[in-house]
């Protein structure tokens, strides 16, 4: 029980949920570099957050929700696909974001270092998170309608509202979970559970339903792992939930 009193490991499973959940729906969309691409965006809000001196989370939050907006509106009044428009803010970003924040900060903002939350902060990223859970699967039928019949869908006037949904939840997503992994890897754990699960799937709704479990298992195990050999968060979920994949292309060729 004391495992999990532990707010990093708290952390883990809520923001492993979340990640899974509307990732699963970023690999439907065949937007798994957009989104990877997307969490780079934070970085500027970053280092506007630290030269104000307050909790980044904010400066993350501001940026990647004006990014989403952006993209979306881009979207409708640009010949270019998602792809190139978010390469676009991406590089950008990326550069902004190395050129501004401090060198002692550089390697948290990239790779994540799980810091000590006060309870209102706690409790503010496990409720978001599970909000976001939530939504996908509430929201589950309208976006992948949007996804499968993307034409039908914009004839009939929601596929526009249900883009700017999808990159919406996925921007906060990121934002709460940008302290644990890191703005370079965070894009990871939303597409890493998600294409595990579609190895091992055989149903849309168990696809959905194992991408959230299999993203908090790998969250947190990745957690427990880095706490054994004393290393950042970030890097070591990532690279357990890789070698995860690897396993699952067993059951892909069955």
Do not use: C
Request: glycine content about 8%.
């Amino acid at each position: 029980m004391e495992l999990f009193n532990n707010q990093s490991f708290l952390v883990a499973l809520f923001i492993g949920l979340a990640s899974g959940s509307i990732g699963a729906f970023i690999i439907l969309r065949r937007m798994a570099l957009v989104g990877d691409a997307l969490s780079h965006v934070a970085l500027p809000g970053i280092a506007l957050a630290l030269s104000y001196q307050i909790d980044p989370f904010w400066g993350v939050l501001v940026f990647l929700l004006a990014a989403a907006f952006l993209i979306w509106w881009l979207e409708g009044r640009s010949r270019l696909s998602t792809e190139a428009i978010v390469g676009l803010l991406f590089t950008a970003s990326l550069a902004v974001g190395v050129l501004t924040i401090p060198d002692h900060e550089i390697i948290e903002s990239l790779f994540g270092e799980f810091p000590l939350l006060p309870a209102t902060t706690l409790f503010m990223v496990l409720g978001s998170a599970s909000l976001m859970a939530v939504l996908s699967f509430v929201l589950a039928r309208k976006l992948l309608f949007v996804t499968v019949s993307p034409e039908v869908a914009k004839v009939s006037g929601v596929g526009r509202k249900y883009d700017l949904v999808l990159f919406l939840i996925f921007s906060v997503v990121v934002a709460l979970g940008i302290k644990l992994v890191g703005t370079l890897l965070m894009g990871a754990l939303t597409i890493i559970p998600a294409s595990i699960a579609k190895n091992v799937s055989r149903s849309m709704s168990g696809y959905i339903i194992n991408a959230s479990i299999i993203g908090a298992f790998v969250a947190v195990v990745g957690v427990v792992l880095s706490r054994s050999i004393h290393i950042i968060p970030g890097p070591t979920i990532i690279l357990f939930g890789a070698g995860l994949f690897l396993v699952s292309l067993i059951f892909a060729r069955r």
